[in-house]
């Protein structure tokens, strides 16, 4: 299964704009990537996804790399709502039910 | 409002006792899944399901059963074969095809007495 690598904490501040990166370098052809975040006790939930192309919508952007080995998740501007752990997930083959393969996410705190 | 509903939000059970998770979906979604959550941790895939009365072992399906007689609904069982059930689970479900997102329930958390 390929894995992401994402760093495990950043902060920013309220307003700004927040750009969390994440690398994929095994990822394959038909390999979705996916972003959710999660609140403590709650279930994940969906931001944002691309194949190859960049990606915008009402929450974020998706800016994926030529070579599809990275993505950056773009946040316009962090409120103190954004605060919460982002997941980029790559959603693996059909053939085992579309999962989603999880790591270890990034922490993001919003300072006011 | 369309969604999934994951009950009880808290379940406490003593050791050796199989215990029942529910997920209900009413958002017409092909696709369902559960998953399971460490402290700390990401996501693990339990269980999953494409279609109505067909389910698939995901990568922790040890101690666990599922079922899928209706489309809307996924129940999880928690048998006495898992050793440290303790956890937060999660049900999700998605519309068929590739390019669609994935839609969460609240969770479950349970915890073995």
């Known amino acids: 299964d390929a894995k992401t690598t994402q760093p495990n904490s950043m902060e920013s501040n309220e307003e700004e704009p927040v750009h969390l990166p994440c690398n994929h370098s095994?990822?394959?052809?038909?390999?979705?990537i996916h972003w959710y975040r999660q609140l403590p006790s709650q279930g994940p939930e969906y931001v944002i996804h691309?194949?190859?192309s960049n990606v915008n919508n009402r929450m974020a952007s998706l800016a994926i790399a030529e070579d599809r080995k990275s993505s950056t998740l773009i946040l316009h501007r962090a409120t103190l709502r954004d605060a919460a752990v982002y997941y980029c997930i790559l959603r693996g083959p059909y053939n085992q039910g579309g999962k989603l393969i999880f790591g270890q996410g990034t922490e993001l705190s919003v300072k006011p | 409002d369309g969604g999934i509903t994951q009950s009880p939000k808290y379940l406490f059970r003593k050791e050796g006792q199989n215990v029942t998770l529910s997920c209900e979906q009413n958002?017409?979604?092909?696709?369902m899944y559960w998953y399971r959550q460490d402290p700390g941790q990401g996501l693990r895939l339990i269980y999953y399901s494409q279609i109505v009365n067909d389910f698939q072992k995901g990568d922790i399906a040890e101690g666990y059963s599922v079922s899928r007689e209706k489309k809307e609904s996924f129940p999880l069982t928690v048998t006495s074969a898992q050793k440290n059930p303790t956890a937060f689970y999660l049900c999700?479900?998605?519309?068929?095809?590739?390019?669609?997102?994935?839609?969460f329930g609240s969770g479950t958390r349970l915890t073995v007495v």
């Open positions: 691309g194949l190859t």
């Open positions: 958002l017409n979604h092909d696709a």
């Open positions: 999700a479900s998605k519309i068929g095809g590739a390019n669609y997102g994935y839609t």
């Open positions: 095994t990822i394959s052809g038909t390999d979705y």
